[in-house]
Each structure stands twice: as C-alpha cells, then as structure tokens.
C-alpha cells in the first residue's frame, strides 16, 4: 500500500488566488511528521513546512499552511495569495520511525503552474 | 545552514559503464538517503545508511550499490549503467531522529 497518496497529477491556479493540494497518507504509528517540499525546474527540493503527529494546530508558515485532518489521514498544503514563483512541483511527504532511524515515504507530487 | 553537496548535477554516461555519484554533507547527520526522481513516479528509495559501513535496501535497488567509509560521505554506484537509469538522483540526510531530510541540488543523469 501506498504511504503517501496525491491525486493531482497537474493543477492551474490563477495568480492571487488560493489554491489546495491534496494529500493522504497511510500509517499506524502513533508519532509521525507531515511534510511539504517545492520543486522547481531547477530540481533542488525547498523544504516548506511541517506537522508532527501530536501538534494539535495546523502548521503554518508564511503563506503556506497544512490542513491537518488525523482521523482522515490528510494533510493538503494550502498556498494563499498565489503567485507566478509558485509554478513548481510540490511533494508531500512522511517520516516514521524505523529500527534504524527515521525514514521518508514521498508521494508522486503534484505539478502546480499559476496562471497570470 | 545544512548543506547537501552532490557531485554532479548533469552527467552524461555510456551503457556498461560504472558510475559514481558522490554525496557529502556537513552537518554530522547519522542518517544518508539516495532517492531516484521520474516523472508520475515521485521519489523511490534506492538505498539508504544510518551509519558508517551500514546500508539498507530500499525500494528499488536492483542495478545499484553504495558505499558509506565516511560518514559525511555516501556514494551510489551504478555497476554496469543501463539507459533505465537515465533519470534523477538525489541524495538526502537526516538526523537519526530528525524531523526534517535535507537534499542536495540533484544529479540528472542520462546513459545512452
């Protein structure tokens, strides 16, 4: 089964406005964290935000901010006031604790282009 | 600020040949990741360390090995390059408890 689930292959949004990228994910850890990386066509992955299992708040930074919703195993990035820069591919991401250390389960991203 | 250097971004390559790609990072991290980046595919785990001279299969390791002698250093090696390697390679570090993976600039590699 699939750790990481993202459903939109390619999404448009118009510039300034707001837009939400989908995210599940699947585990029965009880501490977990939830996070949000920006690829541009550059390819260097920018880390954007983060959620622990146990933070009862959603996370927020800047214009970002992750809808977390535990019991239905979602974590949609939410960017508001979107702007020409945010074009890129946008990777949802979950770290759990293995034996040997933490390890990072990716989903298939999301291809994000804003429309003047 | 962490840095995640790879060697190469771009690398171009012949079929059978044996490719090092090299990763180096500068914050003492225990835990080092290669990752393979293609399109509708995400990023899929090739091989993965948590400490010097220790590796762990990940997803797809077929067709590859690493190398781990230092611990800021973590190497993919490809024996024999084949061309359903061409794709994008990144390497990532973390902290064995760490709440965030740290990658470097990746390394677009094409075999022909």
């Known amino acids: 089964a699939q750790k990481i689930t993202q459903t939109q292959p390619g999404m448009f949004v118009q510039e300034k406005e707001a837009v939400t990228l989908d995210c599940t994910y699947d585990t029965s850890d009880q501490s977990y964290g939830l996070f949000w990386y920006k690829q541009p066509s550059s390819g260097e992955m920018i880390f954007l935000i983060y959620?622990?299992?146990?933070?009862?708040q959603n996370a927020t930074e800047g214009r970002y901010s992750l809808n977390f919703q535990k019991a239905r195993k979602s974590a949609n990035l939410v960017i508001s006031a979107s702007q020409l820069g945010d074009s890129a591919m946008y990777f949802c991401?979950?770290?759990?604790?293995?034996?040997?250390?933490?390890?990072?389960?990716f989903g298939t991203g999301t291809s994000l282009t804003v429309i003047p | 600020d962490v840095k995640v250097t790879q060697s190469s971004r771009y690398l171009v390559k012949r079929t059978g040949e044996k490719v090092f790609l090299e990763c180096v990072q500068d914050m003492d991290h225990e835990n080092m990741f290669w990752y393979r980046q293609d399109p509708g595919l995400g990023l899929r785990l090739i091989y993965f360390?948590?400490?010097?001279?220790?590796?762990e299969k990940g997803d797809i390791p077929e067709g590859y090995s690493v190398s781990r002698e230092k611990k800021e250093r973590f190497s993919l090696i490809l024996e024999s390059a084949s061309t359903n390697q061409t794709s994008m390679y990144l390497c990532a570090s973390s902290f064995l408890d760490g709440t965030e993976a740290f990658f470097g600039q990746g390394t677009r590699l094409t075999v022909v």
């Open positions: 991401a979950m770290r759990e604790r293995e034996d040997t250390g933490n390890q990072f389960y």
């Open positions: 959620q622990g299992s146990y933070d009862e």
């Open positions: 360390s948590y400490d010097v001279k220790m590796k």
